[in-house]
């Protein structure tokens, strides 16, 4: 009875693991390169203000990193642009299938010393999901 019930709780947690990642191995292939190609072209004016974000690229101290934060996850929900306006633009982008949101996809804009999460929704709105320090 005991190895049944551990065979069935077994199950259930492969289950439960496979329901979001099953996806994720595809989406990129498909989805990454539209977002990356259609990134640059929507954000070409924001490129001017570089020097805020060259400022940042040195390496962040964890006193700043940990305000930064703090004030990031006060931003929850807010646009991402009003996010990439006050920080400049992210290290690096990366997106793949949502697991919350049918049609969205989620997003990792890395920044030195955090990474903000970012929902972008069906109709290709996306805001602030939520921010963690990478040290």
């Known amino acids: 009875m005991k190895k049944c019930i551990a ?11 496979a329901a979001c990642g099953g996806s994720q191995t595809e ?3 498909t ?4 977002e990356e190609t259609e990134a640059p072209k929507a954000e070409a004016p924001a490129q001017e203000p570089e020097a805020p974000a060259a400022e940042t690229e ?5 006193e700043d990193a ?10 929850k929900g807010q646009p991402v642009e009003d ?5 400049g633009e992210p290290l690096s982008r990366e997106y793949s299938s949502s697991c919350l949101v049918e049609g969205g ?4 804009l890395v920044y030195p010393g955090f990474t903000v999460y970012t929902l972008v929704q069906p109709d290709g709105t996306e805001t602030v999901y939520d921010c963690e320090e990478t040290w």
């Open 31 to 34: 989805e990454a390169p539209v």
């Open 58 to 62: 040195a390496p962040v101290e964890t």
């Open 7 to 17: 065979v069935l709780l077994c199950l259930a947690l492969i289950l439960a693991l």
């Open 66 to 75: 940990a305000a930064i934060v703090a004030k990031v996850l006060e931003m």
């Open 105 to 108: 996809k989620d997003g990792q």
């Open 83 to 87: 996010l990439i306006d006050w920080l």
């Open 27 to 29: 989406a990129p292939k």
